[in-house]
């Protein structure tokens, strides 16, 4: 009686209809997300790679996780009842879900990038914007982990690729400066459609810088790759260049700050030397109004720019020509070329 008594109160309390809807349609996905992005940095999505079974010691081994092995079999245990991985009768676990075998099994982790963006960015920037809106405050660089953020922005590789393509084809540049280069994979795909072109790539993490180099000194490029390490604000380059780009980078800079930086990249352009830049636009995409309000959230930046003030602030900046379409116009992606005037 005391029981039945019991159940109908926790059935009858006022909590339940809510908790068991977000509980039935929240949660769990929440819970399963966060799981996946986890043993992706962790490197066990990896580890796990192929149909590979490792049981907890060996898990342990593979992650070196030895400050506090005690936290992986529960951690592990979190994976198996989100259904990302199962655990066999011998205590082996592997991959379970179609997500994480397919996360595991793409080389190029830009999914994984995509993914842990969300999970870490996106979700902090939801989660705090009221806050900052009533207390003040923002978001900060070493809130990101530069390679992760290298790596997001490729999700929109083939766009910006055609962009690249297009340029090299158009205006057969000699030399080219890429500004925020990140990994180095635009620069590189720039060298590699054109077999004497010189790229001079800035970035201003140094941990990037060192990526790149590495990356560089492993191609039949290497000769015409360069990593520098320094702030299109102040770096000293004293070389003009036939192509400046920007991808992915305007929206790291203040509002006003932005002519200066573009007019900046104007003067390290030859005369009739072309910019290019590429960057997400605002659109209904919701991934793409979450990094818009995470570069809100962030002390240091701006919003995504939209078109309208992109141009003006080019023309502002002393650009001439300026011309911008979308690769694919399903996208909000989109490029924008201008000319440096003799
Ligand atoms: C979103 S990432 C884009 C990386 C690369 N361009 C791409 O599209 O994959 C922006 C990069 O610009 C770099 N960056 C930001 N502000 C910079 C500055 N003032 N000077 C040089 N690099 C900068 C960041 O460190 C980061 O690696």
């Known amino acids: 009686m005391t029981k039945l008594r019991t159940l109908a109160d926790m059935l009858g309390a006022s909590w339940i209809p809510s908790l068991s809807m977000v509980q039935a349609r929240l949660m769990r996905p929440f819970y399963r997300m966060t799981f996946l992005a986890a043993a992706a940095r962790s490197g066990l999505l990896a580890e796990l790679r192929g149909g590979r079974r490792l049981d907890r010691a060996g898990v342990i081994r593979a992650l070196r996780a030895h400050a506090r092995p005690e936290l992986i079999g529960p951690w592990l245990d979190i994976g198996v009842e989100v259904g990302v991985l199962a655990r066999d009768n011998s205590g082996a676990y592997r991959l379970r879900g179609l997500d994480g075998r397919l996360l595991a099994k793409d080389p190029s982790g830009v999914a994984v990038a995509g993914l842990l963006e969300v999970a870490l960015y996106h979700r902090q920037a939801i989660m705090s914007a009221p806050r900052f809106a009533v207390e003040g405050g923002g978001l900060n660089h070493a809130d990101q982990d530069p390679a992760v953020i290298a790596r997001s922005t490729r999700l929109v590789q083939p766009l910006i690729e055609s962009a ?30 054109d077999p004497v072109l010189e790229v001079t790539c800035l970035e201003m993490q140094e941990e990037l810088v060192d990526t790149m180099a590495q990356r560089f000194a492993s191609t039949g490029q290497r000769s015409r790759l360069r990593a520098r390490f320094g702030d299109i604000r102040d770096v000293e380059l004293d070389e003009q260049y036939d192509v400046v780009t920007l991808h992915n980078l305007l929206y790291y800079f203040p509002e006003d700050q932005q002519c200066d930086v573009l007019e900046r990249c104007r003067k390290l352009l030859r005369p009739n030397g072309t910019l290019l830049l590429t960057t997400s636009v605002p659109g209904k995409v919701t991934s793409v109004s979450a990094l818009d309000l995470w570069f809100r959230c962030s002390d240091f930046g701006s919003p995504l720019p939209d078109e309208h003030g992109l141009e003006e602030a080019l023309n502002t900046s002393g650009f001439r020509d300026v011309r911008m379409y979308r690769p694919l116009s399903a996208f909000s992606l989109v490029a924008v070329t201008a000319t440096n005037p003799a």
């Open 164 to 193: 690249v393509r297009d340029t090299v084809r158009d205006h057969e540049p000699r030399t080219w400066l890429e500004v925020g280069a990140g990994d180095g994979h635009y620069a590189q795909y720039a060298a590699a459609a």
